[in-house]
C-alpha cells in the first residue's frame, strides 16, 4: 500500500503530496500524522490519500511511524483544509497545522483513564523555577523535568527518571499529586440557576431548536438581554439528542466568565480550547474531544476546528469582534469556517451580538440570513443612561484625566458600594514621550511607530515587534533635562486613580497584566466578589462581562478608536461604547455611563448616547454606499513586502498593472499606497486594495500572481482576501 503525504513544510514551493510506501507492520489511515524520512531528515506530514497502486520507476522510501495513533483527521475537517487552502490561497499545509494544538509530543500511555494517577507538579512559583534554573545551569534529569513542567504543568511520575523526582522533592521544588487523567477536571455544580426563557427568548429557542438543517441566523439582542442563557438551553437540548455543540467566544476572558456557567450546565461533557492553556491542557482537551467525551467546546477562534463529530449547533458570540479574523497564515476568518461546518453538518449556525457588523445585518435584513431579535433585558435591569462629557471644557477647567462629572459619580458608586468599570483603549504609561527641548521623540528602529513608556519596568516598548529599551534620565539627544510623557496609557490611569480616590481598591486588566496563566481567571472572579471597587482596562474588558454590582462605566478618550485610520473606526467604535455601556446597571440597580470626547457632538457618539443601533447602522451604511465598501464591496489587500524600497515599489506597480488588466472590468484596483504602518520590522510595505462586486477571475488573477511571489527570495507577496482592515 502506498500513502500521499502532505509535508510539515510550511512553504508553497513544496506543497504539494509525496507518495511513500506503508510498511506492513504500521498500521495507517487517511488523517495520520506521520514521521517521513525527507531530504535525509526526518519530518511530520499528513496521509491525505491511500492507494494500492503505484506506477511510476522511482523508487519510494517508507513511513517511519505514526506521530500519535489516536490523532486523525475526520474527512470533514480533510475537506475543511481543501477549503481553507482555496479561498485563503494559504499553503495546504497550514491549513491542516492550523487544526491541531501545536504540541503532540507528549507521550499516550494507552491504559485506562479512569484510573487515579500519579503526577509531579512544581511546588513553587513559574518565577521561582526559572530562576533556580538560570543559577542551576546544568543539563540533567532534574532541569529537564523542571522545564517541561514548565511547559506541560504536570507530568506521569512514572514517565520521568525517579531518582531526580526524589531529588527535586527533597529540594522541595516539585511535590506528587494523584489525579485522574485530564489537566483540567470539572466537578458538576448542583446549584446551577436556570432561568424560565421569556417569551422573546422562548421564541428564539423555538426557531432554532426546531430547525434541523444548515439555517444562519442573526441573533440579534441587546445587552443583557439574555443570549448566553438561550444559547445554554440550545446546547442543552442538542447534547439531549446525542449531537454535540461548538461555542466560540472573542476572547479568552470571556471563556473565564462562560465556562463556569457551561460546567454548571454540562459538567465534564465540556472542553475548553484557547492560547492561554498549556499545552499539555490543549493536548488533553484536543483527546477528551477526539475520544467523543466532550460534547461542548467553548473556546477562541482555533477552537472552530475542534475534531467534534455531529455537530448540531455551532454558536458564535459576539459575532462582531474582529479577533475572529486570523491575521496571518492561513488568514481564515472563523465565521467561514464555522459556515462550512455546519452546512457539512446540516445544522444551524447562530451569531449573536448587540451590535452585530454591517456585513451581517445587511445579510439578515436581505434574508440570507434569518434575523431574530430579543430588545429588552432578561433580569431586572434597565438600560443605563449616557452622558457625553466635553473634553475640551474640562481640560480649560485644569482636569486632564477625569471630568468633574466622572469625578463626582465614582465617589458617590465608592459611598454606596457599588462598582465602576474604566475603560481606556490605550495601555502602558504614555503612548510617546518627546523632548521639549529638542523636540526629539523615541521610535522604533524597526518600524514606523513612536515607542510606548511603561512605567512599571521603566521601559519602551514597540508594540508591534516588541523592540523594547530602557528609558533615560536625560534626553538622548541633547541631554537636557526635558522629557515628556504625552498620551494616556492605563499604567497611568491606574496611578492617578490611586491618587484621587486612596481608599478605592483598584485592579487593572490589560494585556501587561494578564500574561500570567490564570491572571484573566483570578481578576474576573476577584472583581466578581467584590475584593475591588473599580476595574480599570483596555478593550479586553468591553464585553460580554456580566457583574452585576457595576453600575458606573466611564469611557476616558473615546476619540483614540474613532480617529484609527480605518473604514471600520465608525463601527468600532460604536460597537465598543455601546457594548461597554451594556455592562453598566446589570441588575436592579440603575446604571450610568459617561463618555468623555473632544468631538462631543459626532454623529456615532450621539447614536451611543441615545442607544440607537439602528440609527447608527442607517447612517454608517450610507457612508459605505458612498465610499464603495463592504458590505456594498468585498475588498482584497494585497502587501508588496521587502527589506529593499525600491523592490517594493517597483513590483508593487507591476502588481497594479496585472491587476488591471486582467481582473473584471467592474473591478477597481488601487495603489500602490505605502500601508499604515509604512516600514514594521525593518520590512517596507505597498498596499494595493481591490473592490470588487462580482469578479470571476478573481481567485485565478490572485493565483498567479502569488504563484509567481513564491520564487521570489526578496519580495514577498502578502494577499489577505476579506481583509477587516486595509
Ligand atoms: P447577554 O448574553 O444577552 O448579555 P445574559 O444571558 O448574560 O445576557 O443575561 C443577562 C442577565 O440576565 C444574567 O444575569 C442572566 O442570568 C439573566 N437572565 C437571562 N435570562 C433570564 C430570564 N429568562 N429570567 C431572568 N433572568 C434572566
Ligand atoms: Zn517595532
Not at 482555533?302 to 486570523?326: C, M, R, V
Not at 483603549?425 to 510606548?452: A, Q, V
Request: aromatic share 10%.
Amino acid at each position: 500500500m502506498y500513502a500521499e503525504v502532505l509535508i510539515e513544510y510550511p512553504t508553497k514551493k513544496i506543497d504539494k503530496y509525496f507518495t511513500y510506501k506503508i510498511p506492513s507492520k504500521i498500521d495507517i489511515k487517511v488523517g495520520m500524522k506521520v514521521k517521513v524520512p525527507f531530504n535525509n531528515k526526518v519530518i511530520n506530514g499528513f496521509v491525505v490519500d491511500i492507494k494500492d497502486t503505484y506506477n511510476d520507476t522511482y523508487e519510494l522510501k517508507e513511513i517511519i511511524s505514526v506521530v500519535d495513533p489516536e490523532l486523525i483527521l475526520s474527512d470533514e475537517l480533510i475537506k475543511l483544509g481543501e477549503y481553507i487552502k482555496d479561498n485563503t490561497l494559504c499553503p495546504k499545509i497550514s491549513a491542516y497545522q492550523v487544526m491541531l494544538p501545536s504540541s503532540l509530543k507528549i507521550k499516550d500511555d494507552n491504559t485506562n483513564y479512569n484510573f487515579y494517577k500519579t503526577y509531579i507538579v512544581l511546588n513553587k512559583d513559574r518565577e521561582e523555577i526559572q530562576e533556580y534554573l538560570d543559577n542551576y545551569n546544568k543539563e540533567n534529569y532534574q532541569s529537564d523535568i523542571l522545564y517541561r513542567l514548565l511547559d506541560y504543568d504536570k507530568l506521569l511520575k512514572k514517565d520521568c527518571n525517579l531518582s531526580a523526582v526524589k531529588s527535586l522533592k527533597d529540594k522541595g521544588l516539585i511535590k506528587e499529586i494523584k489525579e485522574n487523567e485530564y489537566r483540567i477536571n470539572i466537578s458538576n455544580n448542583s446549584n446551577v440557576i436556570k432561568h424560565r426563557l421569556n417569551e422573546e427568548q422562548l421564541n428564539v429557542y423555538n426557531t432554532i431548536s426546531n430547525d434541523n438543517s444548515f439555517n444562519t441566523y442573526l441573533l440579534e439582542g441587546i445587552t443583557g438581554s439574555g443570549k448566553t442563557e438561550v444559547y445554554l438551553n440550545l446546547i442543552d437540548k442538542v447534547i439531549k439528542e446525542d449531537k454535540t455543540a461548538i461555542l466560540l467566544v472573542p476572547e479568552i476572558s470571556l471563556t473565564v466568565a462562560l465556562v463556569n456557567r457551561l460546567y454548571d450546565w454540562f459538567g465534564s461533557k465540556v472542553s475548553i480550547l484557547h492560547s492561554a492553556l498549556s499545552k499539555g491542557e490543549k493536548y488533553d482537551e484536543y483527546l477528551k474531544i477526539l475520544r467523543g467525551e466532550s460534547k461542548v467546546v467553548v473556546g477562541t477562534r482555533s477552537a472552530i476546528f475542534a475534531p467534534l463529530k455531529n455537530i448540531g449547533i455551532i454558536i458564535i458570540d459576539e459575532e462582531h469582534s474582529d479577533t475572529y479574523k486570523q491575521e496571518n497564515t492561513p488568514r481564515y476568518n472563523a465565521i467561514d469556517i464555522a459556515s462550512f461546518r455546519a452546512k457539512y453538518h446540516n445544522s444551524p449556525l447562530v451569531l449573536g451580538s448587540a451590535t452585530p457588523t454591517l456585513e451581517s445585518r445587511a445579510r439578515a435584513l436581505k434574508g440570507v440570513y434569518k434575523h431574530l431579535l430579543l430588545t429588552k433585558r432578561a433580569g431586572e435591569g434597565m438600560l443605563p443612561s449616557v452622558s457625553i462629557v466635553d473634553m475640551v471644557k474640562e481640560i480649560k477647567k485644569g482636569n486632564y484625566i477625569f471630568s468633574e462629572e466622572l469625578i463626582n459619580s465614582i465617589n458617590n458608586n465608592l459611598k454606596n458600594k457599588e462598582q465602576i468599570i474604566i475603560l481606556l483603549n490605550r495601555r502602558g504609561y504614555s503612548t510617546t514621550i518627546t523632548c521639549s527641548n529638542c523636540g526629539y521623540t523615541y521610535k522604533c528602529p524597526n518600524c514606523d511607530i513612536t515607542l510606548t513608556y511603561h512605567k512599571s519596568t521603566n521601559n519602551l516598548r514597540c508594540h508591534y515587534c516588541g523592540y523594547t529599551i530602557k528609558k533615560d534620565d536625560m534626553c538622548p539627544n541633547c541631554h537636557e533635562n526635558g522629557l515628556n510623557y504625552l498620551g494616556l496609557g492605563t499604567e497611568k490611569v491606574e496611578s492617578e486613580l490611586e491618587k484621587l480616590f486612596p481608599m478605592a481598591r483598584i485592579v487593572r486588566m490589560d494585556q501587561d497584566t494578564t500574561t500570567k496563566k490564570g491572571s484573566h481567571e483570578r481578576i474576573i472572579n476577584d472583581f466578581k466578589d467584590y475584593k475591588y471597587d473599580i476595574l480599570l482596562g483596555t478593550q479586553m474588558i468591553s464585553k460580554g462581562l456580566d457583574f452585576p454590582k457595576v453600575t458606573l462605566v466611564g469611557i476616558l478618550n473615546a476619540d483614540s478608536t474613532l480617529n484609527i485610520p480605518s473604514f471600520r473606526s465608525n463601527e468600532r467604535t460604536f460597537s465598543l461604547l455601546y457594548q461597554a455601556s451594556g455592562r453598566a446597571g446589570r441588575s436592579n440597580l440603575k446604571g450610568k455611563v459617561i463618555i468623555q470626547t473632544y468631538n462631543p457632538d459626532n454623529y456615532v457618539l450621539n447614536c451611543v448616547k441615545e442607544n440607537n443601533y439602528n440609527k447608527f447602522y442607517e447612517y454608517e451604511m450610507n457612508n459605505r454606499k458612498i465610499m464603495k465598501y463592504p458590505p456594498y464591496y468585498f475588498l482584497v489587500s494585497l502587501k508588496v513586502v521587502s527589506n529593499d524600497y525600491k523592490k517594493a515599489l517597483d513590483n508593487s506597480t507591476k502588481v497594479v498593472n496585472y491587476l488591471k488588466n486582467n481582473l473584471d472590468k467592474t473591478s477597481i484596483v488601487l495603489g500602490p499606497t505605502t500601508a499604515n504602518i509604512f516600514k514594521f520590522n525593518n520590512m517596507y510595505r505597498f498596499q494595493i486594495v481591490i473592490k470588487y462586486r462580482f469578479d470571476n477571475y478573481l481567485i485565478k488573477v490572485l493565483n498567479y500572481l502569488d504563484n509567481i511571489f513564491i520564487n521570489m527570495s526578496d519580495v514577498n507577496l502578502e494577499i489577505d482576501i476579506n481583509p477587516l482592515n486595509i
